[in-house]
């Protein structure tokens, strides 16, 4: 009797070794299903440090460089600046690679329709990182939202208060605070509450917004604060409230409900805890414990579930899964920002 063999493992190359790049690369390396096959970064200098920290995986100074290296991959994480996203996700699409895109997918709608469209073309997969997914407390929302227990949605309340002072936003030539390349505060800091909000409750319209630049004005181009208000289309109204002004520290992210028969919040400083829960005929259940938050020195981000990210790409791609965050989901989180912009 024969037994059947062990999927392939999945070839990764990792197109940006920055902090959240390393931790691909790292996660990848570790994985048993997994195989990291390269390190692609602009930055040469980086060789010496990468080589020791992943011994034997080449490094390429370009994407182009590895594109036609022959070097053999299934899948191109891009984890560079975000304006870069869109442009180095379609490369690797048309190189015939299924590609794993950083949050967010790409800075403008009709860039995230390009990456679509290439996708249908050549048959490949795109996975969109939106590690707030694999938290346990917004897999227990989305679940009871799913169910109908909560009944009518009434009002959606989220709240994203966060440090990202001179630290973060370093200047000179760096692409953080940057208009054109960063995009804004809602793209590289938030979009992944935009993402749950989407994923959980549905599109929304009716949007009315009003921006500040409290105490950024010398270190990005754009605002450090927002009001958004909006109706969602399923019914039900709402309000995203965010800023990076916070001082020292991150405050809070938190997600408050109030429904026809029941009400709660999702709270902490990265929407980590359920902190009240008082729904009809319904006694919350333990909850799995959340990842710590992404440690980037003197400031944080939000839970660490890039490895969940990797475990998925690995099933679809060994067609024993599929894609939790798909292209299509990435570009209705891009669509929402811009609408949201557009108001300035």
């Given amino acids: 009797m024969t037994t059947p063999e062990s999927p392939a493992a999945v ?9 959240i790049g390393r931790r691909h690369a790292a996660l990848v390396a570790r994985h048993p299903g997994a195989r990291l096959v390269a390190l692609i970064d602009v930055r040469a200098g980086l060789q010496p440090e990468l080589a020791a920290e992943f011994p034997g995986v080449p490094f390429f100074a370009s994407l182009d460089e590895f594109l036609t290296s022959g070097s053999p991959a299934d899948v191109l994480t891009v984890a560079t600046p975000n304006h870069q996203h869109a442009p180095q996700a379609i490369a690797g699409l048309r190189h015939g690679l299924h590609v794993v895109i950083e ?3 790409a800075l403008r709608k009709r860039d995230a329709e390009d990456i679509i469209h290439v996708a249908l073309q050549t048959g490949r997969l795109v996975f969109g990182v939106m590690q707030n997914r694999y938290s ?5 929302l989305k679940d009871l939202v799913d169910s109908g ?3 009518q949605i009434y009002l959606v309340q989220i709240n994203c208060f966060w440090n990202r002072d001179a630290r973060y936003y370093k200047g000179g030539t760096s692409w953080k605070g940057r208009r054109d390349q960063d995009g804004g505060t809602l793209f590289t800091q938030f979009s992944h509450f935009v993402d749950l909000l989407y ?3 549905g599109d ?8 500040y630049d409290f105490n950024h004005a010398g270190i990005t181009d754009f605002e450090d604060s927002g009001l958004v208000s909006f109706e969602l289309v399923r019914g039900g109204a709402g309000t995203l409230q965010y800023s990076t002004s916070v001082w020292d520290r991150n405050l809070e992210s938190s997600l408050t409900v109030v429904a026809e028969h029941g009400s709660l919040r999702i709270g902490g400083q990265y929407m980590d805890r359920v902190e009240y829960c008082h729904v009809q005929g319904y006694e919350l259940p333990e909850l799995a414990p959340t990842n710590p938050a992404n440690d980037y020195g003197p400031y944080q981000g939000s839970a660490a579930n ?3 990210v990797i475990e998925n790409v690995v099933d679809t791609v060994q067609k024993r899964g599929f894609a939790t965050t798909n292209a ?13 912009y557009s108001l300035k």
């Fill in 11 to 19: 070839r990764f190359a990792i197109c940006g070794v920055g902090h």
């Fill in 103 to 105: 949050k967010p997918i």
């Fill in 136 to 140: 346990p407390p917004s897999q227990w």
């Fill in 149 to 151: 227990r909560l009944g």
């Fill in 199 to 201: 994923w959980v409750f």
């Fill in 204 to 211: 929304v319209q009716n949007l009315q917004a009003r921006f």
């Fill in 306 to 308: 890039h490895v969940q």
């Fill in 328 to 340: 299509l989901e990435g570009m209705k989180v891009v669509e929402i920002i811009e609408r949201i």
